[in-house]
């Protein structure tokens, strides 16, 4: 076996990187620098920032659940989270006030609904056995400045970003 190949994506990076992604969702600076972009394919699009947020959104929106579904079910209760505090970014104690339910409780749902959206997302991009961009061969070495993608004279890059 090859030594040289690059570690493979864990499920528990995948969700350190999609909570900050999903805190930050509406902020191009913390979406600019996720390793989603890669994991996700968006590095080859001329707009790798839309495109991990588009990526998360409709990951949210494939967990909603069939409108038969009972309103009450847990299906529904993750759907309702994941949509409340991160698309429509609503604070928790608002979500959990919202919900009937405790912050502490609103906490560990949110964890969990975070769990289903990283397994949906992992199926959904075939992520099993995709190495960890940090550790590809085009890793800047130390010293080295990562420049944002177009006019790096300005912000240019982040016109595109808009909503």
């Known amino acids: 076996m090859n030594q040289n190949l690059p570690p493979p994506l ?4 995948l969700d350190k990187e999609l909570r900050t992604a999903l805190n930050g969702l509406y902020d191009p600076a913390v979406l600019h620098g996720s390793p989603l972009v890669a994991w996700f394919g968006g ?3 001329d707009n790798p920032i839309s495109a991990l947020r588009r990526a998360l959104l409709e990951g949210i929106e494939a967990l909603r659940p069939q ?3 009972p309103s009450g079910s847990k299906t529904w209760r993750v759907y309702q989270i994941l949509r409340r505090r ?3 970014q609503i604070l928790q104690r608002q979500v959990a006030d919202d919900l009937g ?3 502490r409780q609103l ?3 949110e964890k969990f609904a975070r769990e289903m959206l990283r397994d949906t997302l992992w199926k959904t991009y075939q992520l099993e ?3 960890h961009p940090s550790s590809s061969t085009s ?4 010293g080295m400045v990562l420049e944002p993608p177009g006019d790096t004279t300005d912000l240019g890059w982040l016109r595109d970003t808009l909503p």
């Open 86 to 88: 991160y698309t429509e």
């Open 107 to 109: 906490q560990r749902e």
């Open 129 to 131: 056995g995709k190495a």
């Open 43 to 45: 590095t080859q699009l």
């Open 10 to 13: 864990t499920k528990s990076e």
């Open 139 to 142: 890793t800047p070495q130390p």
């Open 67 to 69: 409108e038969k579904t």
């Open 101 to 103: 339910i405790s912050l």
